[in-house]
């Protein structure tokens, strides 16, 4: 599975971005798929991650509320619709594919990584 992310880009603090991830392979529909983010001087960070279905999400505390993730199979892609954005979301953001499992937020259980993109909110 070849992952590639992109839709990052420039937004002032309250603003939306839609990231997506378009990946290739016909088994793409049977991963789970996660985003994840690095800031400047920090460990790489879950944010969230979807069932191979769409039917289950998991979110990390700091984006509940305000980022959703999607996917949608037919067009090999997932999203990663972010509102009520903050500076603290500034970050390379990456998506990741993981066999079908549990949704993790341990970046080393994903075996298959997109290059990131980068998003960064001003106050």
């Known amino acids: 599975v070849q992952l590639q992310a992109s839709g990052g880009g420039l937004v002032q603090a309250g603003g939306s971005l839609r990231l997506s991830c378009a990946a290739s392979g016909r088994t793409f529909s049977s991963y789970t798929c996660g985003w994840f983010r690095q800031a400047p001087g920090k460990e790489r960070e879950f944010v969230a991650a979807?069932?191979?279905?769409?039917?289950?999400?998991r979110y990390a505390d700091s984006v509940k509320g305000r980022f959703t993730i999607s996917r949608d199979n037919a067009k090999n892609t997932v999203y990663l619709q972010m509102n009520s954005l903050k500076p603290e979301d500034t970050a390379v953001y990456f998506c990741a594919a993981d066999r079908p499992g549990p949704l993790s937020d341990y970046a080393p259980s994903y075996d298959y990584w997109g290059q990131g993109t980068h998003v960064t909110v001003s106050s």
């Open positions: 979807i069932s191979w279905s769409g039917v289950s999400t």
